[in-house]
């Protein structure tokens, strides 16, 4: 996903078309395929499939049980995109600061993952690195989603 300081709403809706293109939507909707365009699409629509997992009254068996696969086997972000998150939350302390850091991490979710770490003080440690621009995404999404909403007039 693209720098959301430099992505536009306008060009995050149209990534979002891209998206639902890629899946052939039009073609029909499964549980599977609905997952794994929530996952496309990044954490905001994760996080919507998350609590729709638990909303059996809502929705069928099958889809709240391929959705509750995103309560637990979200993709991790790369290790250099984690270690450039670091870098720049850290600067030139990074350094300084960690003896190592484990390049596979201990756990991913929608919006950090964990890494084990060592301090140059010997003491280990567990990294809680939050996906880049997490909170500037989702308050895009957000806006798109009820700008979405609006339009299909969906609040009434």
Known sequence: MS??????????FAQIVSILRKHHIQKGMDPVKFRMI?????????????????RQDLFSERYCKELMKLRSQASP???????QIIQETYGDLF???FESIDEICLGSASIAQTHRAKLKTGEDVVLKIQRKNI???MMMDTGLLKKAISILQLDK
């Open 38 to 54: 929530l996952e496309d699409l990044g954490p905001t629509f994760v996080k919507i499939g998350q609590i729709m997992s638990t």
């Open 95 to 97: 350094q300084e600061e």
């Open 77 to 83: 972000m790369p290790f250099s995109m984690v270690e």
């Open 3 to 12: 720098d959301t300081n430099t992505m536009s709403t306008s060009a995050r």
């Open 135 to 137: 909170y500037q995404m």
